[in-house]
């Protein structure tokens, strides 16, 4: 069932992207956000709804709102931060913005699986609701940049970025995806603690926080590709040993590797795709999304065909970490930004 959501989710995202790049371009960055968070708070009421009902409507309804999400906040995120990013201090300012998000991935497991143990898995989502509706105000203290969209043209395609570029993103979002959501059902599968989950969660997020500011001084310092190239090996060696990692106490260590060498990478390759849509505009933008898209459809399609014909999970989450070892190394491919593009 979770493969089937997210695979629906996937195609969704893949036919919305352009005209939610579109709005945003009319609208600005800011009413882009403000959307997405809205359709957040409605998918996880739809949740909610399944949860209580088990009605497989609220289901579907989750995975359109899931796609409109994404697709409005992720297209706007793009657009506001290419728009505004200092070229020079750009690998720091963006491992800023990270850290700030794993300063809540240690605060969120702890809180999050405290309400689901001792409230319920309905009270756990009532929280999160609440906690989207309040990113909702800062949106009016934007600057300028994400209230006025400049009108540039754009068409559906993938004509422009790079082949590479697309090639590179759609395994950066194969290798992430296995990494920040497949990871998670793997741990809810072979640990069923939310109380254990949430300390893996933490100590990870922990171990990221390290890394990504480290990262992002040297990203600052010009040594973007070499970042690139450490993380990715490290990544690519982490996803390996997952395949034999049975024990709880290596899950941990395993899972604070990852994520620690996961935001090594995510740092530099984030750096250089901003750099890029800075360079080239909205066009870049929409071009890789729908490589990100496809990679989405890709991989749910894959984890879809394998919980439908291999029994054992352990196999399947197996095979899903080869692919992620093997899905790291194409993120090298993106063009380094002191090349000539074209």
Partial sequence: ??????????????CINYPLMRI???RGAHFGLGAGFT??????ASILGYSHYSGLVFLIFAGVFLAFTNGFVWNAQHFFISRNMDSTTKSSSIASIEIYGRVFDIVGPIMGGFIGVEFGVGWLLAAAIICIAATVRPLTKMTSLALVAEPVHIRYGLHGAPKRDLVANFCFNIETTIGTMIWPIYLAVVIASFKYIGGIAAIAAVAA?????????RGD???DRSVLRQGVTASSIVDVL???TVASSAITVIGAAYQATLAYFINPWTSTYYQHAQDEGPQYIISMEIACDLAYV???GLFFILVTTISDARVIFNIIFLVAAGAAWGCLLITHQTRKRY
């Fill in 298 to 300: 890709t991989l749910w």
């Fill in 1 to 14: 069932m979770i493969g089937l959501f997210y695979l629906l989710y996937a195609c969704i995202k893949l």
């Fill in 39 to 44: 359709f957040s708070i409605l998918e996880i």
């Fill in 24 to 26: 945003i371009q009319i």
């Fill in 242 to 244: 997952r395949t034999i």
């Fill in 221 to 223: 310092r010009g040594k």
């Fill in 209 to 217: 926080i390290v890394t990504t500011w480290i990262a992002g001084r």
